[in-house]
């Protein structure tokens, strides 16, 4: 079994700074692309930034400058690094990725870590 774990989240004010952890474990034999997504009330979920495996980054428009998305292939880990918060990045923030336990890759979701940004 392969698990995703989220951590990180929390209340901050606009402006300020969080850090998203996620990390992967079980029985994994490789990992391809990981990344985050974000759905805020009443909103569809949404991409945010993905990694592949190796390092090349994409954002969406909305955070390119703000947030940085990376990746510790040693701990099977994906972060997500956010600055300059905004009221508008309010959502619960959940991370995916492709893992191999054998030959073939399955995507897998975490929980979910909410961020809530205060004006």
């Known amino acids: 079994q392969v698990q995703l774990v989220e951590s990180g989240g929390g209340l901050v004010q606009t402006g300020g700074s969080l850090r998203l952890s996620c990390a992967a474990s079980?029985?994994?034999?490789?990992?391809?692309?990981m990344g985050w997504h974000r759905q805020a009330p009443g909103k569809q979920r949404e991409l945010v930034a993905t990694i592949s495996s190796g390092g090349s980054a994409i954002y969406v428009d909305s955070v390119k400058g703000r947030f940085t998305i990376s990746r510790d292939n040693a701990k099977n880990t994906v972060y997500l690094q956010m600055n300059s918060l905004k009221p508008e990045d309010t959502a619960v923030y959940y991370c995916?990725?492709?893992?191999?336990?054998?030959?073939?890759?399955?995507?897998?979701w975490g929980q979910g870590t909410q961020v809530t940004v205060s004006s």
């Open positions: 995916n990725a492709d893992i191999a336990s054998r030959r073939i890759y399955y995507n897998y």
């Open positions: 079980g029985t994994i034999f490789s990992i391809d692309g």
